[in-house]
C-alpha cells in the first residue's frame, strides 16, 4: 500500500491536480508492481512561501511548476524498477500536462510491512 503525497503551489485546476494522480498511480501499477485498486494519495496546494525549493539543485533548473511527489512504501524494489518508476513519471505528467521533467521531484520512503495498518487498528501486513 503506497500511501503517496503530491505536493504543488498553488493555482492549478482539479483535472491537473487529478491527471498528476493518476500518472503516478499508473506508473505504480506498471513499475513497482502496485495491485490494483491500492490506490492512496494526498494531493495539496501550498502557497509560494509554503514550498520551497533550489530552482538549480545539482544543475536542474526548477520552475515555479516544480511538483514533489513522496511515495511512502514496503521496501524490497530494485533500482531498475525505481529508475523506471521515476522515468515512467516524468514522461507521463509531460505527455499528459506538458509539465517539464526537470519539475518532477520524487522521493521513496521505504518502511517494513509491519509499520502499516490499514483500518481496525490492526497491522494487517504483519502475519
Known sequence: MPLVRIDL?????????????????EAMLKTINVPANDRFQVIEEHSSDEMIFDSDYLGIHRTSDCVFIQVTLNGGRTLEMKQAFYKTIADGLHEKLKLRREDVL??????????????????????
Open 9 to 25: 503551489l498553488q493555482g492549478k485546476s482539479p483535472a491537473y491536480r487529478k491527471t498528476i494522480g493518476d500518472v503516478v498511480y
Open 106 to 127: 520524487i522521493s521513496l520512503v521505504e518502511v517494513v510491512k509491519e509499520n502499516w495498518s490499514f483500518g481496525n487498528g490492526e497491522a494487517q501486513y504483519a502475519k
